[in-house]
């Protein structure tokens, strides 16, 4: 019984702690707000706001239960697509906040080549993804 009521507290905890860093680091990127003024919808970030909140209880619940569906594999290219958009204004809101290119650039002293070096990352990363996920996995 005591046992029980250990892993509980333990699991309780460790979900605040990693709940808490992770809606800190959302509100440090300012990534809803940030989204909204480059996609000039401003008027929908409370929607923003509470379909972060509602995905994040939804899949923590999914994560968690015995729930499971099969999709057809070409549903799958239209997941991954919105999954990719996701992860790509993600990294690209880190890499705003941090400066990431304009400090590269100034370091290296390629003001002129950052158009090369940005569509070389972009071609890595598509050849990348495509080959992890059209060779690497067997389904």
Same mark, same amino acid.
């Given at each position: ?12 905890? $460790? ?24 996609? %000039? ?26 729930? *499971?569906? *099969? ?20 990294? *690209?809101?880190? $890499? ?16 002129? %080549? ?5 569509? $070389? ?19």
């Amino acid at each position: 019984m005591i046992k029980s009521i250990l892993m509980i507290l333990i699991g309780v905890s $460790a979900g605040i702690t990693v709940g808490s860093a992770a809606a800190a680091f959302i509100t440090l990127l300012q990534f809803v707000p940030r989204l909204a003024q480059v996609t %000039e919808t401003n008027d929908y970030i409370k929607l923003y706001e509470y379909v972060l909140i509602f995905a994040g209880i939804l899949f923590s619940l999914i994560y968690f239960s015995t729930f *499971s569906f *099969s999709l057809h594999r070409f549903s799958m290219i239209f997941i991954g697509l919105i999954m990719g958009m996701f992860l790509g204004l993600f990294a *690209s809101a880190l $890499a705003e906040v941090l400066n990431v290119v304009p400090v590269f650039a100034k370091k290296f002293k390629i003001k002129h %080549e950052l158009k090369y070096i940005i569509g $070389a990352l972009i071609f890595g990363k598509v050849i990348g993804s495509l080959w992890y996920w059209l060779l690497f996995i067997k389904y």
